[in-house]
Nanobody
């Protein structure tokens, strides 16, 4: 699976961004999709995932109530809508795909290239 993320950028605190990630190479609807992020000097951390068939979602505590993950199987795309952004959300955001979903970064086999999100105070 090849993943191409986009939609990052610079935004002021309280603003919104929508990240997109388009997949190719496999049957998109078979894969769980998710997002991780990595801030400078920190380890990659889980943000959210959405299961392939049930559509059930899981969010990190830091994302609950502010971020929404969704997918469009017809477009082979997963989205991360981020609202009420905070400076601590500044990071490189990575989309991920796999046949098993987890909050552990090392268990996802397919990673996009990352897109930078910068939130200024």
């Amino acid at each position: 699976v090849q993943l191409q993320a986009s939609g990052g950028g610079w935004v002021q605190a309280g603003g919104s961004l929508r990240l997109s990630c388009t997949a190719s190479g496999r049957t998109f609807s078979d894969y769980h999709m998710g997002w991780f992020r990595q801030a400078p000097g920190k380890e990659r951390e889980f943000v959210a995932y959405q299961r392939a068939r049930s559509g059930r979602t899981m969010y990190a505590d830091s994302a609950k109530g502010r971020f929404t993950i969704s997918r469009d199987n017809a477009q082979n795309t997963v989205y991360l809508q981020m609202n009420s952004l905070k400076p601590e959300d500044t990071a490189v955001y990575y989309c991920v795909a796999d046949m098993a979903a987890s909050v552990v970064a090392g268990l996802w086999n397919y990673w996009g290239q990352g897109t930078q999100v910068t939130v200024s105070s």
